[in-house]
């Protein structure tokens, strides 16, 4: 799932996995934003005083683990990945059981640059209603790519 931030990404992801598994079709969830690489204090620092705090470019992101995990699961094998808690500033892994899966769902704003996906839903916003917080006009694109 692709977009920008406060598309209704996260929301969907979640909400999705979860009656996918009601359902008895075994699903798993990850948020792109946990796999984020941490960056060095000084640049950290840079951005802070530059007024830029909740920016993440794709150079952030380490989009060849979250490759791995998708090629890992696919294959049934059993991942370990990070969690982000951005209240506590901390991170976690979670366990992963490699077992079949029907859906591996992943959401964050450069899920284009991941490979093996079957399908990817995209998420358009009109950024001055989301801006003015008034009612969030949604546009969902869905694109079925083939598996290399």
């Given at each position: 799932m692709i977009g920008e931030t406060g598309a209704g990404k996260t929301t969907i992801a979640n909400k999705l996995s979860r009656t996918l598994n009601n359902l008895g079709y075994e699903s798993v969830f990850f948020k792109?934003?946990?796999?984020?690489?941490?960056?060095?204090?000084?640049?950290?620092?840079?951005?802070v005083q530059k007024g830029i705090h909740h920016t993440v470019g794709p150079n952030e992101i380490d989009i060849a683990m979250i490759n791995d995990h998708i090629k890992a699961l696919t294959d049934?094998?059993?991942?370990?990945?990070?969690?982000?808690?951005?209240?506590?500033n901390s991170r976690k892994m979670r366990t992963i059981k490699g077992k079949p899966l029907y859906v591996i769902i992943i959401e964050g704003a450069y899920c284009?640059?991941?490979?093996?996906?079957?399908?990817?839903?995209?998420?358009?916003?009109?950024?001055?209603?989301?801006?003015?917080?008034?009612?969030?006009?949604?546009?969902?694109?869905?694109?079925?790519k083939e598996i290399q």
């Open positions: 792109m934003d946990d796999y984020m690489i941490d960056l060095p204090k000084e640049m950290v620092e840079k951005r049934g094998e059993t991942v370990v990945s990070p969690v982000i808690n951005v209240k506590a284009d640059k991941l490979k093996n996906v079957d399908m990817s839903i995209h998420f358009d916003i009109d950024f001055d209603q989301l801006r003015n917080r008034g009612q969030k006009k949604r546009t969902y694109h869905c694109t079925r």
